[in-house]
């Protein structure tokens, strides 16, 4: 069992800057890797940008130059570095993690609640 909880949602301006957290807690045997998703009324839900175990990342062409994720190990927490934003960026956005847990150490996906961000014009 995982649980991630997001953090730092919330109003920007175009052109604004927010930041994101998930902190991830359980009984975590390892995490393999960390995302974030977003969902835009009207749209399905896509990748935002993901940290793998070896530290690389990869970002939807949408954000890329835009946001940067990051990861401290040690507290088991992502974060979204979102800058240069626009309306476009509107949508909820979820944490995910590829992890397994000290039960059954075979990796699964979890989801966090979704923090609602928007983005004025």
């Known amino acids: 069992q995982v649980q991630l909880v997001e953090s730092g949602g919330g109003l920007a301006q175009s052109g604004g800057s927010l930041g994101l957290s998930c902190a991830a807690s359980?009984?975590?045997?390892?995490?393999?890797?960390m995302a974030w998703f977003r969902q835009a009324p009207g749209k399905q839900r896509e990748l935002v940008a993901r940290?793998?175990?070896?530290?690389?990342?990869n970002y939807a062409d949408t954000v890329k130059g835009r946001f940067t994720i990051s990861r401290d190990n040690a507290k088991n927490t992502v974060y979204l570095q979102m800058n240069k934003l626009t309306p476009e960026d509107t949508a909820v956005y979820y944490c995910?993690?590829?992890?397994?847990?000290?039960?059954?150490?075979?990796?699964?996906?979890?989801w966090g609640q979704g923090t609602q961000v928007t983005v004025s014009s």
């Open positions: 995910n993690t590829y992890a397994s847990t000290i039960a059954t150490r075979v990796p699964s996906n979890y």
């Open positions: 940290i793998s175990s070896d530290d690389t990342t």
């Open positions: 359980g009984n975590i045997f390892r995490i393999n890797s």
